[in-house]
């Protein structure tokens, strides 16, 4: 498995410094982190690398989609790349193939960070919520594809996201002004659609494929970000400190699921400080 991904690449490199590799969501490609990887490349002096998942972007899609799978694409990926030694950042779904790799191969992680994710199941919470952005997505995709004319794809790509903006926990002036270049979408031919296998992810979400089985603990040290208006509810899962005793955490007020998307600024701010400086105890800035 060949993953596609775009690197960032610092002016001067420390070639001791481990990179930094970027983890999208369930419903989203590289392209999500394209307003956070060249800030974390150029506050942290390291080599960024935002990956799209198999069935995401421009990877390859197959019939095959779990956490267990993907954690090995992540391995093959290191492999391919001669990277030993990482930092790394996934967000939902992402954060569970990041926290799987983890466990798997823990010598390898210099940090871990975790956007708004947890090794739960996805039913913990916000099970719904799962089904109903994969169904939002072939409805979309249903919709834009009618539409030849790119911009008239987006507004209507756009205007369909305010009508699910419960479902994404953000107002719907907040989808308004959301940058449209960092939605998982792309002109395929003459049409918009979102690059996104929904048929593979939606097997998955149904057969229940995204379960973790994980146990012991990762003694490295690991941030955990997420929002206070999060369906997950990853802030009351007391369980996350037993797999990961080193952890920060911290709180985003009045943000769901989508933290780096609707408090970028924060983000990017404690993500660096984070990799920069290191945790400060006790577990809580």
């Given amino acids: 498995m060949h993953l596609k991904y775009d690197v960032y690449t610092p002016h001067y490199l420390n070639d001791t410094l481990a990179p930094v590799i970027l983890l999208h969501s369930m419903i989203e490609n590289r392209k999500t982190w394209l307003h956070i990887a060249p800030e974390i490349r150029k506050l942290t002096g390291r080599k960024v690398y935002a990956i799209d998942a198999r069935n995401h972007g421009e990877s390859p899609w197959t019939d095959e989609y779990s956490v267990d799978i993907m954690a090995k694409d992540l391995d093959e990926f290191l492999l391919q790349n001669k990277i030993d030694k990482v930092i790394l950042i996934g967000h939902s779904i992402g954060g569970k193939v990041a926290i799987e790799y983890t466990f798997r191969k823990p010598h390898t992680v210099e940090k871990l960070i975790i ?33 030849k004319d790119k911009e008239k794809a987006m507004d209507i790509a756009r205007n369909m996201c305010v009508q699910f903006a419960a479902i994404l926990r953000a107002t719907k002036e907040q989808i308004m002004n959301y940058n449209s270049d960092l939605l998982p979408l792309g002109w395929t031919g003459d049409s918009l659609s979102f690059l996104l296998n929904t048929d593979a992810v939606a097997n998955a979400v149904i057969n229940n494929k995204l379960k973790q089985n994980i146990s012991g603990t990762f003694e490295g040290d690991v941030l955990l970000l997420y929002g206070s208006k999060s369906q997950f509810k990853i802030g009351s899962d007391d369980e996350f400190l037993k797999y990961f005793p080193k952890t920060t955490k911290i709180e985003f007020e009045n943000v769901g699921h989508f933290i780096h998307h609707l408090s970028p600024k924060k983000f990017i701010e404690e993500v660096t400080k984070f990799i920069n400086i290191g945790p400060m105890w006790p577990a809580k800035y």
Avoid: I, Q, R, Y
């Fill in 115 to 147: 956007e708004d994710s947890t090794p739960k199941d996805f039913v913990f919470g916000g099970g719904k919520t799962v089904t109903l952005a994969v169904n939002m997505v072939k409805e979309l995709n249903n919709m834009v594809s009618e539409f």
